[in-house]
T-cell receptor
Framework: ETGVTQSPTHLIKTRGQQVTLRCSSQ?????VSWYQQALGQGPQFIFQYYREEENGRGNFPPRFSGLQFPNYSSELNVNALELDDSALYLC?????????????FGPGTRLTVL | QQQVKQSPQSLIVQKGGISIINCAYENTAFDYFPWYQQFPGKGPALLIAIRPDVSEKKEGRFTISFNKSAKQFSLHIMDSQPGDSATYFC????????????FGQGTTLQVKP
């Protein structure tokens, strides 16, 4: 069984640029959720994707967008980067109809905005 | 609006001791209460979780105690080991199935040899 993988591991961008982060879900899972974790804080929910559509969104502006592909992998896109976007971006996969609500996290992508 | 309050912020325990971390939540609609363990540079790993229809769940050295009326739940780590040194997060999930986990602020645990 393959766990959740994310790429790249680290990324450095400048303010105003755009970034794309990628996530492959755990085998058997059909749902991907994205979280932002600022240094010293708990993860904050950005949005979830199921059946290639956004299924729930946290308190993040529209410049945070995503995609899910037929193989259940996902992308997180952030436009017009701001300094406060510097964080660890986590992807979590799950099975939508599971009664357990378990979400399994990847190792994250560390984004630094200069 | 902080829906989940976690305490303490940091904790130092001697090897073999009991580590206790507490969380309090506000919304009675939450129906799933997991604890995650996170090591530096890694993603959170699911440790143990409970549903509100039981008051306690034990898995190895880890136990969740759940008090529905008080809207509180806690993680107990028995026989704490240096390898348990990590940041622990409680989280809650609502029944709307939008996948939104709401996390606490985290507790940094240090277990001294």
């Amino acid at each position: 069984e393959t766990g959740v993988t994310q790429s790249p591991t680290h990324l450095i961008k400048t303010r105003g640029q755009q970034v794309t982060l990628r996530c492959s879900s755990q085998s058997g899972h059909n749902t991907v959720s994205w979280y932002q974790q600022a240094l010293g804080q708990g993860p904050q929910f950005i949005f979830q994707y199921y059946r290639e559509e956004e299924n729930g969104r946290g308190n993040f502006p529209p410049r945070f967008s995503g995609l899910q592909f037929p193989n259940y992998s996902s992308e997180l896109n952030v436009n017009a980067l701001e300094l406060d976007d510097s964080a660890l971006y986590l992807c979590a996969s799950s099975f939508f109809w599971a009664t357990s609500n378990e979400q399994f996290f990847g190792p994250g992508t560390r984004l630094t905005v200069l | 609006q902080q829906q989940v309050k976690q305490s303490p912020q940091s904790l130092i325990v001697q090897k073999g001791g009991i580590s206790i971390i507490n969380c309090a939540y506000e919304n009675t609609a939450f129906d799933y209460f997991p604890w995650y363990q996170q090591f530096p540079g890694k993603g959170p790993a699911l440790l143990i979780a409970i549903r509100p229809d039981v008051s306690e769940k034990k898995e190895g050295r880890f136990t969740i105690s759940f008090n529905k009326s008080a809207k509180q739940f806690s993680l107990h780590i028995m026989d704490s080991q240096p390898g348990d040194s990590a940041t622990y997060f409680c989280a809650v999930h609502g029944s709307s199935n939008t996948g939104k986990l709401i996390f606490g602020q985290g507790t940094t645990l240090q277990v001294k040899p």
